[in-house]
């Protein structure tokens, strides 16, 4: 039982088998490709198309119902030899020379082409290509690309797919014959196109080796390649997917891009400070007139197109539903593509170069802000404190510290310089006046070196201690509270926070006392610093928490005895 098909043919219907519409289908599908390339390809076509309407109104009138197959061959037989197909008569007489058989054969050499196999492939059919075009089984070749393509870890693989791009298909019959090594002759092109199953492979292949007993190697051998064709459609839609999304998202990060820079630049809510926000306005606004960025969209946008074509294409060329490329177009698409892509790498390059570029200049300029904020802010603090800098020198700009004040504070703030170079000289000092008298002065400092010193001038005089070398640990401070925690009179408060401060290892802090300050005139001068004794070799010292306090008058001085002027009487 065999299904009836319905057709119009130029303006007729016939009722026809399935398969004997099938072959009438791909013997009109193959001539229309074949006489395509001919002057006047298309009015042939349609001549023989018209024909075989003829025919099967005659075998309609015959009192035929449905057209079989065995009809389908009777009319390619009859219609399709080479004076009717190509249009033209050959002249012949009975008085041809000798030299005519001669001519036929030097007609008949013809010398084979490579072409891509689609009778006989499993994936793009370069492999049974070049075995027809060697005259070996394409079983052996598969066998012996397996091997390479596990040796070679791979690179057979980008060499398959080099030569699936590069070699086109044996699409028409006149393509088949000469991938098969057959002359391209009416004749041939008829029973080529009689031929449905286009099998090409049958005409590489010897005899003997048709007959090979092929059995588990070629079940082994679909296995393979199913699970390589699997693994080379994962990864080539892997990687168009990953390909569009990424151009996608780029074109969507660049049009968001441009939208901010026209409209005014970013939110408010954006960033989390004025100055950044300026700055991606600013950066916005400068990179808009450069052209690589626009070179980079556009040929993002390029590519993207380029790139959903090929993949549109090449899915719906395997899904049998369009017809493949021409050699030319897929190398100029190929070639096309490689181009655009090498442009949009090479400007999103230059762009990050650029943008790298703006976000040093950035940071740099945000550095020297901040430095200058900061030392503004300390030099403000000494100056509340009633401090004033004598001597500033390679500190860079620190004047104050936080973070280390030996009960453990973070707040509390302190006199800080630091220079790993140990050339720093640093010297701040305050002036107080005070009532006549004896003071002693107080305070906690630290140090990595000899050469820091407290100093108190007064009366001409100066009078100095140095500040005892810890480094950043210990300190007799933190002494001190380890032996009240010692006799158990620790309990609470700040001796508590002392011997825990630094994870219980202090800070380095100690008392500097300078006693018998004596003046008169009331005025002191004190401070700390690092360059009056010409000894410096640290690279840092910490100073806080001076304290001056009197401990006694000035001593009273009492009025020389004058002697009293006698009198002589005489």
């Known amino acids: 039982m065999k299904k009836n098909i319905t057709i ?24 229309r490709r074949y006489f395509s390339r001919k002057e006047g390809g298309e009015e042939i076509a349609e001549d023989i198309e018209r024909r075989i309407a003829e025919l099967f109104d005659e075998l309609k009138a015959s ?82 690309m ?29 393509d088949r014959l000469r991938m098969q090594g057959r002359p391209v002759n009416m004749e041939n092109l008829r029973d080529e196109i009689m031929d449905g199953a286009r099998k090409a492979g049958q005409y590489a292949s010897a005899p003997k080796t048709q007959k090979t007993v092929r059995g588990c190697l070629t079940v082994l051998l679909d296995i393979v390649t199913a699970i390589f064709k699997g693994f080379l459609f994962l990864v080539v839609g892997g990687i168009l997917l990953f390909v569009t999304i990424m151009l996608i998202a780029i074109l969507i990060g660049f049009c968001l891009y441009c939208f901010s ?79 655009t892509a090498v442009i949009f790498i090479a400007s999103m390059i230059q762009s990050s170069i650029s943008y790298d570029w703006y976000i040093r200049d950035y940071r740099e300029e945000q550095r020297i802000r901040n430095d200058s904020l900061e030392h503004q802010r300390q030099l403000s603090y000494l100056e509340h404190e009633g401090w004033k800098v ?27 310089a630091w220079n790993f170079n140990r050339k720093m000289e640093y010297e701040v000092e305050r002036t107080v006046h005070v009532t006549p008298g004896i003071y002693r002065l107080e305070a906690a400092a630290r140090t990595d070196g000899q050469g820091c010193e407290i100093f108190a001038c007064h009366d001409n005089r100066e009078r100095k201690a140095s500040v005892p ?74 100073a806080t928490d001076f304290k001056l306090e009197k401990t006694g008058d000035l001593p009273k001085r009492h009025k020389p005895l004058t002697p009293h002027k006698s009198t002589r009487r005489s």
Not at 148 to 172: D, R
Not at 271 to 296: C, H, K, V
Not at 522 to 530: E, F, K, L, Q
């Open 261 to 339: 820079a026209f409209t005014g630049g970013v939110s408010d809510g954006v960033f989390s400070s004025p100055a950044e926000q300026s700055f991606f306005n600013a950066l916005i606004n400068g990179s808009l007139r450069q052209g690589i960025y626009w070179t980079a969209l556009i040929s993002s946008i390029t590519l993207l197109i380029l790139t959903l074509y090929i993949g549109t294409h090449s899915i719906l060329r395997m899904a049998g539903r369009i017809q493949p490329m021409t050699l030319p177009k897929r190398l100029a698409l190929i070639g096309g593509w490689i181009i």
């Open 390 to 416: 004598v001597r500033h020198k390679e500190c860079g700009n620190n004047y104050v510290k936080s973070g280390e004040y030996y009960t453990g504070n973070r707040d509390v703030q302190y006199i800080d």
């Open 146 to 174: 397996i091997l390479f393509a596990w040796f070679s870890l791979g690179t057979s693989i980008i060499i398959y797919l080099i030569l699936w791009i590069i070699i086109p298909e044996a699409w028409t019959p006149e």
């Open 469 to 542: 070398v810890y480094g950043n640990q210990g300190g007799e401070i933190w002494q001190d509270a380890q032996r009240q925690q010692t006799s158990g009179n620790i309990t609470l408060g700040m001796w508590k926070d002392i011997t825990e401060a630094n994870k219980g290892r202090g800070y380095g802090w100690s008392i500097v006392r300078i006693d018998s300050i004596v003046t008169h005139d009331g005025t002191i001068r004190y401070g700390v610093t690092n360059i009056r004794s010409g000894k410096w070799d640290g690279a840092w010292f910490s």
């Open 8 to 31: 119009n043919l130029f303006g007729s219907l016939y009722a026809i088998d399935e398969d004997a519409y099938e072959l009438l289908n791909q013997y009109q599908n193959n001539m």
């Open 63 to 144: 009192g035929v119902e449905a057209i079989t197959i065995e009809h389908v061959r009777d009319i390619i037989s009859r219609i399709g030899n080479p004076e009717e197909m190509d249009g033209t008569e050959t002249e012949t007489t009975a008085d041809e020379t000798d030299d005519a058989p001669k001519e036929s054969e030097r007609k008949e050499n013809v010398h084979k082409k490579l072409f891509r196999n689609p009778d006989d492939k499993m994936l793009g059919g370069v492999t049974s290509g070049l075995a027809c075009y060697f005259g070996i089984d394409p079983l052996w070749l598969r066998l012996l």
